[in-house]
């Protein structure tokens, strides 16, 4: 797929993905177009899907791409804590639309939350879960 059209149609995280599922395109490549995507985001594109892209480098930092490294591994890292903030208590006062609260759940129950839950990640994951329950099981 030509590099200028996925930046043209704002679609850079599933080109790569689909790419990378072909399996004949090489890491660096599917890394630019992610990486155009993240700049994109924090540019302020708002085309980027955030929850998609959190997903993205979370996903690449656990594979230890070390191309996530940097910039992309703080906005993850500053992003997961600012969501366990919202969600501090398995529930949040925030507005927010049904998605983006299954968004955020969902990116939390993911995450190693241990350095913000030194005492007792597990419980505070029930909590999301016992509060959320529906929405993730939908």
């Known amino acids: 797929m030509n590099y200028a059209?996925?930046?043209?149609k704002n679609d850079l995280l599933r080109t790569a993905d689909q790419l990378e599922?072909?399996?004949?395109t090489p890491q660096s490549y599917l890394d630019s177009l992610r990486l155009s995507a993240f700049d994109a985001?924090?540019?302020g594109d708002k085309s980027v899907d955030r929850y998609r892209l959190q997903r993205t480098i979370a996903r690449e930092l656990s594979r230890g791409n070390a191309a996530f490294l940097g910039a992309p591994?703080?906005?993850n890292s500053e992003t997961l804590?600012?969501?366990h903030g919202w969600f501090r208590n398995g529930i949040t006062s925030l507005p927010m639309t049904k998605d983006e609260?299954?968004?955020?759940?969902?990116?939390?129950l993911a995450a190693?939350?241990?350095p913000l839950e030194t005492r007792n990640e597990?419980?505070?994951?029930?909590?999301?879960?016992?509060?959320h329950l529906d929405l993730i099981s939908n």
């Not at 609260?101 to 939390?108: E, M, S, Y």
């Not at 597990?122 to 509060?131: G, M």
Request: overall charge positive; proline content about 3%.
């Open 41 to 43: 985001y924090i540019r």
């Open 122 to 131: 597990p419980r505070y994951k029930r909590l999301l879960l016992f509060h």
């Open 101 to 108: 609260k299954r968004n955020i759940v969902t990116a939390l």
């Open 112 to 114: 190693d939350l241990r």
């Open 81 to 83: 804590a600012r969501w």
């Open 73 to 75: 591994l703080r906005w």
């Open 21 to 24: 599922a072909s399996g004949s």
């Open 5 to 8: 059209l996925c930046i043209e």
